[in-house]
């Protein structure tokens, strides 16, 4: 399973963007695919993540009512929807998997995209 993040843009505060994730080769229901960010200087953080079945969506408390995952099956991709950005909000986004079963995520996320690049000025 390869991921791989596309999507990078530069915005004025207020904008939005949308991140496509390509996850290529996912094998079942039983996986969950997320975005993180890593602003300069700072720890990897959890931004989102959604189940592959699309059942289920969670997000980080910082970005909760301005960012939306979604998947597109066919086409493996997930979706990371940035609304209302924030200057706070630029960082590098990755996307990586994880499995998800019997209601939990199990073991850690793993096959890591390359990332890319969202700067947001004020």
């Known amino acids: 399973v390869q991921l791989q993040a596309f999507g990078r843009g530069s915005v004025q505060a207020g904008g939005s963007l949308r991140l496509p994730c390509v996850a290529s080769?996912?094998?079942?229901?039983?996986?969950?695919v997320g975005w993180f960010r890593q602003a300069p200087g700072k720890e990897r953080e959890f931004v989102a993540a959604?189940?592959?079945?699309?059942?289920?969506?969670y997000y980080a408390e910082s970005v909760k009512g301005r960012f939306t995952i979604s998947r597109d099956n066919a086409k493996s991709t997930v979706y990371l929807h940035l609304d209302s950005l924030k200057p706070e909000d630029t960082a590098v986004y990755y996307c990586?998997?994880?499995?998800?079963?019997?209601?939990?995520?199990?073991?850690?996320?793993?096959?890591w995209g390359q990332g890319t690049q969202v700067t947001v000025s004020s």
């Open positions: 990586a998997k994880r499995v998800f079963d019997s209601g939990r995520f199990v073991r850690a996320w793993d096959a």
């Open positions: 080769g996912i094998p079942s229901d039983s996986y969950a």
């Open positions: 959604v189940t592959w079945s699309g059942s289920k969506a």
